[in-house]
């Protein structure tokens, strides 16, 4: 059955109905897992949704190399629930200094499926990123000719430049030169915030897609000052207007095949969201499908749900779809408000809240 074929018998099978829908089982195109303790409170509710996930290199020391990325592929996989056939796609962390042969060789063993682009300093972990895009031209160039990926984190880091305003900046100065530079290279931007990115991508697909959370179809930057500051809403890029919310939530909703899931799950302890400077990242592995559901239905177009689930994200990178699938019930239920780990604990987005959706079977 062909790519096409399968899109039409999506729109076909997901007709809204009355107590839900089932979907091909889906994959999360952007996922950070931490490592250690962390690593193993939080996968299971990565791998209890999607059957694979692209993911995110910035540990400490950050993934650089192929024997690195093997190595924690290896954590990830011994860290899965009992049963569970989740498949890590591990990602290249690139710094000034990265090689093309150590990209290339990472790409021939199949060990990472593409390179993360970090500018320096832009969020958590990273302070090893890129000082200068046009530096890492010869790594560009190699990527162009072995159809690797890159994946950018598209924000401006220059202090002087307002946050609501570093992603427009970032797309302007760095991301269309980029493009223009490298007619080749497949690039995917995450988590895309604002109407004039979702606009760049639309340009510029095939070879250009775009991820979206769920958390920035549901929230936006007023959400994170509702009845006092709200650290647990705070992430990069950070929400922005309310304009803005409802492009991300047509875009999504559209059918285009250039956008597709990338949550940004980001977990980290409260005690750090709570500090007097919080870090940045939302925990959303325990609620996203429940909360992509919600938008799809909200919006009437669940019948679209399953092509930017569970097909848009496979067919950019090149990678068979999911066999099996995953039921998304109507019927309203709650996740935990937090997680422990060790001493700690992580708060979930929506945890403790009635979501009117909520995640059933999953046959593989």
Known sequence: MNLDTLFEASA????QAVDGITIRRPDDWHVHLRDGAMLRAVLPFTAGQFARGIIMPNLVPPVTTVAAAAAYRDRILAARPAGSDFEPLMTCYLTDTTSPDEIEKGYSERVWVAAKLYPAGVTTNAHHGVTDIKGLRPVFERME????????HGEATDPAVDVFDREAVFMEQSLLPLLRDHLGL???????????TLEIVRAHAPRVAGTVTPHH?????????????RPHLYCLPVAKREHHRLALREAVTSGDGCFFIGTDTAPHLASAKEAAC????VFVGATALQTYVQVFD?????DRLEAFASLNGANFYGLPVNNGTIELKRHAASMPSAVSVDDGEIVIFR????????VGEVRR
């Open 298 to 302: 909200e919006e009437g177009a669940l």
């Open 351 to 358: 945890g403790g809240e009635a979501i009117p959706w909520s």
């Open 145 to 152: 000719r072995i159809g690797m990926p890159v994946l950018i």
């Open 186 to 196: 497949k690039v995917v931007i995450e988590h895309v915030t604002t109407r004039e």
């Open 217 to 229: 179809l549901v929230i936006n930057r007023t959400s994170i000052f509702q009845g006092g500051l």
């Open 12 to 15: 076909a099978a997901c007709k």
């Open 278 to 281: 919080g870090c940045a990242g």
